[in-house]
C-alpha cells in the first residue's frame, strides 16, 4: 500500500540528513542530551512501566483465563507495542522536537495531534498524581505499629467497634473513611480533606524537585526509582514465598482455561492493557528520543524496552499473586477456625476435636441430628476460590487487599513501607513521562514568552494541575477520579495513536521513513515492521476503539459507591450517573480527540484567508538558515 | 432418731446442691480454651486447676467487697464438660445459703479480670465468663500523628533540593562571569572560529526553535 498524501513543503520544515550529522558532529543546538543510554532506557522503562503493571494485568490475567491470556497478550504486544513504540522513538529521534513540534513539522494541519497529546498528557498527570498523593498517605502512615488501618477504632460510648467498620472491615474503613472519606454520591461534593490536600501538595512538589529542570533532574532521578520496584518486587517474591499459601495463588493466577480465548473481550482487554501499558500518544516517548544522538540505535531500544515491560508484567503478577493467595489462605482458615469454635462451643466438644481434616464430616452428621441447633449458629461458608478471586484491580488491590494481606505478616510496617515506596517509584517514573509529555509541547506552542526558564514552565504546570486536583481531595473524590480514569485515558489515547501512525505512514511517507531508519541505524528496517505499520497495527487500534466505542456507548453509566445504607454493605453498589456529567466526560474524552480535526479547519482557514502569513512562517525553516550560511 | 438425723442429712445436701445449677439466675458460666491458647504448653485440666480458679475467684470477691472474708467454699462449681465448660456461683461468708447478687460478682470479675486471666496464662477471649464482656481496650492515639512527624521531615528535606537546585546554577553563573571578565581583559580581538566546541562557534542558533536550556 503505497498510498501517501500529498504534503507540499516538508523539506522545508525539517532538518536533511545533512543538517542532521553537522549537528551531531558540533554538538550545536544547546538541546539537552542523556548523559548515558542507560538514563534514557531507564527513563523510558520506567515512563512504560507503571501501576498499570501492578495492578491492572494481574487483574485481567486471573479473569480472562490465567495462563491463557499470556497468549492474546504476547500475540498483541508483538503485533501492536512494538511497531508503535518502535514508530515513536524513530520519528522523534529523526526530527528532534517534542511531540507538537514533530507533528507540526510533518504537517502544519496536524498541529491538534501534538496538542491532543499534550492534553491528554495534562488530564492523566492530573488524577495520576492524586493516587501518588494516597501512596504518599499511605507511606507516611506506616511508620507506626502497630498499622492504622489494623485496628477499629471505638465508638463515641467505648461500648464497641464503630459500626462502620465493624460491619466492613478494618482496611476498608481506613480507606474509605480515614482516608478518602468518601461521600455516598459524586454530586454530594463534601468539603476538602486538609490531609489529603496536604499529601497532594507533597505529591506535587517530590515530583517538581524531580522535574524541575528536565531530563538533567529527572535522568539522575531515574537511577533509583526505576529500579528500586524491581529490588522490591524481589524482596517479596522471596517473602511471598515462604508465606502459607502463597503457592495456591499462583497456580490460581496461571491456571489457564483455553474456553476464554474464544471471547472477544479476553483480546479486547488484552490489546487496550498492551496499548496502556506501553504509554504510547502521551508524547513522552517522542520526547525522550528527541534528547537521543542521531545514529542511536532506536530498533534495538523498541524491542528491548517492549519485552522489559512484558516481563515486569509477568513478573509483578507473579508477587502480587503470591500475596493474595497468602492473604486468601490466612481468610480461610479464619473462617474455619471461625466455624469450629462456634460448632465446639454449641455442643460441649473438648478442644480439638474437631479439626480442619474432619470438619465437614462432623458438619454433616451435626446436621443431620440437631438441624435447628446448626441453623442457629449462621455458620459461614469457607471457600479458598472466592477469598482468591476477591481480588481486585486498581486502588482496591493496593490499599484494601494487600494492606490486609500485609498486616498479617509480622513486621508489617517494615512491609507496608517496601511496598508503598515501590508504588511511589513506579508511579513517579511514569510522571516524568506525564510532565515531559506538558511542558516541551507547552514550550514549542509559544503561548508564553521563551525567555522564560524551564523551571517556570514546570512550576506552572506543576501548579495549575495541583489546583484542578483539588477536586480529587474532595469527599467525592474517589468517584471523580474513576471518571478521569475510565474516559480522559481511554478513547482520545486510542485516537491520537492511531493518528500518529496514519501521519507517520501516510502523510510523511512510508519511504521517506525508511530510508530516515536506515540512515539512523544503518539498514532499511525489515517485512516485519512494514507490514505492521502499514496495516496490521492501525487495524488493531481502529477494532479497540470501535469496540471501546460501542461497550461504553451501549451499557448504561454506572459507577461504584460506598454507601453505609446499602443493603449489599460492605460491597460497593453501582448508581447511574447525573446526567450532568455526561457534559464532563464530553470534555474529557471527546476535547482531546476533537482537537485533531479542528486544528485542521483552524490552519485550513487560516492558510485560504491569509497567505502573507504563509511567506512569513518561511523565514524560521532550517533551508532558510542554509542560504544565510552561503 | 436415727431417722430425722438421716432425713436431715439428706435435705440439707439437697439444698447444698440446689444453688448452683446450669441456668442459675445468680450464676455464671465459664468456658476455657486452654488448647487454643497455648498450643502444645497446654495443661491439662482438672481437681487442682478447679482449685486454683475457685480460690482466684475467692480472691476476686474479697478484693472487691473489702470487709468479707470470702474462702474457697465459698464458691461452688458444678456442671463440668469436656469443653472445661462448668457453672458456678458465690454464696455470702455471712450467710451460707445466701447466693451473692449477679451483678457484685460481675463488677467483681471486671476489676480483677486481668488477674484471673494470668493466673491461668489465658485472654478474654480464651477464659471467657459468658455474659461478662471484655471492655476493650482503646487504640493508642498518640497526641502529634505520626504522619505529620514523617511529612514535616519529607517536605523540609525536599524544600531544601529545591532550594539548593535553584541557587546552585546562579552561584555556578556568577563565579563563571567572574572568570569570564578577567579573560576578556587578556585577549583581544577575533577569537578562533574552528573550534565547534565553544558556545561561540559560527552555527548561528539565534532562529533556531530549539533553544530550550534555561537561560538563567
Same mark, same amino acid.
Given at each position: ?167 466492613? #472491615? ?30 497532594? =501538595? ?6 517538581? =524537585? ?58 479486547? &482487554? ?112 469457607? &471457600? ?59 514550550? &514549542? ?105 460501542? !461497550? ?26 447525573? #446526567? ?38 518561511? %523565514? ?11 | ?28 458460666? %465459664? ?31 474479697? #478484693? ?8 474457697? #467454699? ?6 463440668? !464438660? ?22 457484685? %460478682? ?47 521531615? %519529607? ?11 535553584? =541557587? ?49
Amino acid at each position: 500500500m503505497k498510498l501517501k498524501l500529498p504534503n507540499p513543503g516538508l523539506d522545508d520544515r525539517i532538518p536533511s540528513h545533512g543538517d542532521l550529522e553537522k549537528m551531531e558532529k558540533e554538538e550545536a543546538g544547546d538541546r539537552p542530551k542523556w548523559d548515558n543510554k542507560a538514563q534514557y532506557l531507564l527513563t523510558c522503562v520506567g515512563f512504560c512501566v507503571g501501576l498499570g503493571n501492578v495492578w491492572r494485568f494481574p487483574y485481567l490475567c486471573q479473569s480472562h483465563g490465567g495462563g491463557a491470556f499470556m497468549i492474546p497478550f504476547l500475540i498483541l504486544l508483538v503485533l501492536e507495542g512494538i511497531p508503535l513504540l518502535h514508530l515513536e522513538f524513530a520519528i522523534g529521534q529523526r526530527l528532534r522536537k517534542g511531540s507538537v513540534g514533530v507533528w507540526r513539522s510533518i504537517s502544519p494541519y496536524l498541529t491538534g495531534v501534538g496538542i491532543a497529546s499534550m492534553l491528554v498528557s495534562f488530564l492523566v498527570g492530573m488524577y495520576y498524581n492524586t493516587i501518588m498523593a494516597w501512596i504518599i498517605w499511605y507511606l507516611f502512615n506506616s511508620f507506626q505499629d502497630p498499622l492504622p488501618w489494623s485496628q477499629c477504632p471505638l465508638n463515641a460510648n467505648r461500648t464497641g467497634l464503630v459500626e462502620e467498620c465493624a460491619r466492613s #472491615s478494618t482496611v476498608d474503613y481506613f480507606w474509605y473513611r480515614e482516608t478518602l472519606n468518601t461521600s455516598t454520591a459524586i454530586d454530594e461534593a463534601g468539603g476538602l480533606q486538609w490531609w489529603m490536600v496536604l499529601s497532594l =501538595v507533597a505529591a506535587w512538589i517530590l515530583l517538581y =524537585v524531580c522535574c524541575i529542570r528536565g531530563i538533567e533532574t529527572t535522568g539522575k532521578a531515574v537511577y533509583i526509582t526505576s529500579t528500586l520496584p524491581y529490588l522490591v518486587l524481589t524482596i517479596f517474591l522471596i517473602r511471598g514465598l515462604t508465606l502459607k499459601g502463597s503457592i495456591d495463588g499462583i497456580k490460581f493466577l496461571f491456571t489457564p482455561d483455553i474456553n476464554e480465548l474464544m471471547n472477544p473481550s479476553t483480546w479486547l &482487554d488484552a490489546g487496550a492493557q498492551v496499548f496502556y501499558s506501553f504509554s504510547v500518544a502521551f508524547g513522552g516517548l517522542i520526547s525522550f528520543s528527541s534528547y537521543n544522538s542521531i545514529h542511536n540505535n532506536c530498533e534495538q531500544d523498541a524491542v528491548l524496552i517492549s519485552i522489559i515491560n512484558g516481563c515486569t508484567s509477568v513478573y509483578s503478577a507473579t508477587v502480587i499473586y503470591s500475596i493474595i493467595g497468602f492473604r486468601a489462605t490466612q481468610k480461610f482458615d479464619d473462617c474455619l477456625g471461625d466455624n469450629i469454635w462456634k460448632l465446639m462451643n454449641a455442643f460441649d466438644y473438648p478442644e480439638n476435636n474437631i479439626t480442619d481434616s474432619n470438619y465437614n464430616e462432623v458438619l454433616a452428621h451435626l446436621n443431620q441430628t440437631n438441624p435447628e441447633i446448626i441453623q442457629g449458629l449462621e455458620l459461614q461458608t469457607c &471457600d479458598l476460590q472466592s477469598f482468591l478471586s476477591q481480588g481486585v484491580e486498581g486502588t482496591g488491590l493496593a490499599f484494601i487487599v494487600f494492606t490486609e494481606a500485609i498486616i498479617k505478616m509480622p513486621f508489617s510496617p517494615l512491609w507496608a513501607v517496601l511496598f508503598f515506596v515501590m508504588l511511589f517509584c513506579l508511579g513517579l517514573s511514569t510522571m516524568f513521562g506525564s510532565i515531559e509529555g506538558v511542558v516541551v509541547p507547552l514550550q &514549542d506552542l509559544r503561548l508564553l514568552p521563551r525567555t522564560w526558564p524551564k523551571e517556570v514552565f514546570c512550576g506552572l504546570t506543576c501548579l495549575i494541575s495541583l489546583a484542578l486536583g483539588l477536586i480529587f481531595t474532595l469527599r467525592s473524590g474517589n468517584y471523580w477520579l474513576a471518571l478521569f480514569d475510565n474516559f480522559a485515558g481511554s478513547i482520545p489515547l486510542l485516537v491520537i495513536g492511531f493518528c500518529e501512525m496514519f501521519a507517520v505512514i501516510y502523510i510523511y511517507g512510508i519511504d521517506r521513513f525508511n530510508k530516515d531508519i536506515e540512515f539512523m541505524i544503518g539498514h532499511k528496517p525489515n517485512i516485519f515492521w512494514q507490514v505492521t505499520w502499514r496495516v496490521v497495527s492501525p487495524l488493531i487500534m481502529i477494532f479497540i476503539l470501535i469496540f471501546y466505542f460501542v !461497550t461504553q456507548i451501549s451499557k448504561s453509566l454506572t459507577y461504584l459507591v460506598w454507601d453505609q445504607e446499602s443493603e449489599n454493605f460492605p460491597t460497593l453498589e453501582a448508581r447511574p450517573y447525573p #446526567s450532568w456529567i455526561y457534559v464532563m466526560i464530553f470534555i474529557l474524552a471527546g476535547v482531546p480527540s476533537l482537537a485533531i480535526p479542528v486544528f485542521a479547519l483552524f490552519k485550513f482557514i487560516q492558510n485560504k484567508c491569509c497567505k502573507k502569513d504563509h511567506n512569513d512562517y518561511t %523565514v524560521d525553516t532550517i533551508s532558510a538558515k542554509i542560504q544565510m550560511k552561503n | 432418731m436415727l431417722e430425722k438425723i438421716l432425713i436431715l442429712l439428706c435435705l440439707s445436701s439437697a439444698l447444698a446442691e440446689q444453688p448452683c445449677k446450669p441456668d442459675a439466675s445468680d450464676g455464671y458460666k %465459664v468456658r476455657l480454651s486452654i488448647k487454643t491458647a497455648l498450643g502444645d504448653e497446654a495443661y491439662v485440666w482438672n481437681e487442682n486447676e478447679m482449685f486454683l480458679f475457685r480460690a482466684t475467684l475467692a480472691f476476686a470477691m474479697r #478484693s472487691h467487697l473489702n470487709g468479707q472474708e470470702f474462702d474457697v #467454699s465459698n464458691i461452688i462449681v458444678c456442671d463440668e !464438660t469436656p469443653r472445661v465448660t462448668f457453672w458456678f456461683v458465690v454464696t455470702s461468708p455471712l450467710n451460707t445459703s445466701g447466693l451473692v447478687d449477679k451483678g457484685v %460478682v460481675e463488677e467483681a470479675i471486671r476489676m480483677s479480670r486481668n488477674r484471673i486471666n494470668s493466673a491461668f496464662l489465658l485472654t478474654d477471649k480464651t477464659l471467657e465468663f459468658i455474659g461478662i464482656t471484655p471492655t476493650l481496650t482503646a487504640p493508642v492515639n498518640p497526641d502529634t500523628p505520626p504522619w505529620l512527624i514523617v511529612f514535616g521531615v %519529607v517536605m523540609g528535606a525536599v524544600g531544601a533540593g529545591i532550594i539548593v537546585v535553584l =541557587v546552585s546554577p546562579l552561584v555556578l553563573k556568577k563565579r563563571k562571569k567572574n572568570e569570564e571578565t578577567d579573560e576578556d581583559e587578556e585577549e583581544t580581538g577575533v577569537k578562533a572560529v574552528e573550534n565547534g566546541s565553544t558556545r561561540e562557534g559560527v552555527y548561528n542558533m539565534s532562529f533556531s526553535d530549539d533553544e530550550r536550556l534555561t537561560q538563567m
